[in-house]
């Protein structure tokens, strides 16, 4: 019989994100400079780092390639940062390898078609409500919540959940 989504997250000890479509809503503003602007939920950026903090590893896997992003997620305390990466199956095995961390132990949120091959290979692979056809095909849990609107916190929050670490991450010291 096969493991509901649930009982998969019980064993994920790793978060692996794609940027656009999953951190931000895909939309790129653009100045009269050509500078390309996203906008990033606060809520998933909290989450980010609670996770953080209780022990979880993070990585960012994203084939587009932005300071502002790049910044963003070292503010939050995410060190493992691949923006630009131009085979992302690559990138995770490299990433898995260099901290022993097991395939299955991974959750993986991706919205697109540059995720499919990655998200095949992780123990939970998932998705915002808004992903391509494709991804939500393959996906074990799909949030209710679009890229760029909580997805994020949506995936991080139930894991702790299911772990027990959500609430005990409130013991007074995160206030």
């Known amino acids: ?35 390309m602007l ?22 960012i896997i994203s084939g587009g390639n932005n300071e502002g992003v790049r910044i963003r997620l070292r503010n939050l305390g995410i060190t493992d940062i691949h923006l630009a990466s131009p085979n992302k199956v690559e990138t995770f095995k490299e990433y898995t390898e260099l901290y022993q961390i097991k395939a299955k132990n991974v959750l993986y949120m991706g919205d697109d078609i540059p995720d499919y091959h990655v998200m095949q290979l992780v123990g939970l692979p998932t998705c915002p409500q808004d992903a391509s056809p494709e991804i939500k095909a ?26 027990g670490k959500w609430h005990s991450y409130f013991d007074g010291k995160h206030d």
């Open 38 to 59: 996203r906008i990033m939920n606060i809520r998933d950026g909290f989450a980010m780092k609670a996770a953080l903090e209780s022990g979880y590893n993070i990585c």
């Open 138 to 163: 393959i996906s074990n849990y799909i949030s209710h919540k679009n890229g760029g609107h909580g997805a994020v916190r949506d995936v991080i929050e139930q894991v702790m959940r299911v772990q």
């Open 1 to 35: 019989m096969e493991k509901s989504y649930k009982e998969i997250m019980n064993q994920i000890s790793t978060f692996v994100l794609d940027v656009d479509g999953v951190l931000t809503d895909s939309s790129v503003h653009i100045t009269q400079t050509g500078e």
